[in-house]
């Protein structure tokens, strides 16, 4: 599903069963990073990884589950530095809107998000 707002811009990705198009209003930096989603009720949905970063938004991958266009989550990135144990990202309270999903080779689902507030990376 894609939300109204986004532009289209050619991109193929090969996780993706089906090319899609980027709607990217910012340059975005690859990264693999470990994220969580928690909803507006506390939620949690676990196990997503961030496949690509910008000021206004990434894109993660996600297990199947209740994400949509339109929901709104508060996305936590994690990083484990050498010998360290898990720490969240000194991004706290990065809430966001999702825009786009799309169904991934394995049953997991891509997610687009758009942040409330830029992220200064």
């Known amino acids: 599903m894609i ?7 050619g991109l193929s990705d090969p996780l993706m069963e089906t090319e ?7 340059e975005r930096r690859a990264c693999a990073l470990d994220a969580v989603l928690i909803d507006e ?9 961030a496949v690509n970063i910008g000021e206004r938004g990434a894109r993660l991958n996600a297990p199947a589950g209740d994400v949509r266009v ?5 996305v936590l990135f994690h990083v484990r530095p050498p010998g360290r144990e898990w720490s969240a990202l000194p991004v706290e309270g ?10 991934l080779k394995g049953g997991s689902v891509g997610v687009a ?3 409330d507030q830029p992220l200064f990376l």
């Open 113 to 115: 998000i758009y942040f």
């Open 70 to 74: 339109g929901r709104r989550f508060e």
């Open 3 to 9: 939300h109204p707002a986004m532009e289209s811009v």
């Open 41 to 49: 009720q506390g939620r949690a949905i676990e196990s997503c990884k």
């Open 20 to 26: 899609v198009d980027d709607r990217r209003l910012c």
């Open 94 to 103: 990065c809430w966001g809107t999702v825009v786009r999903t799309e169904p």
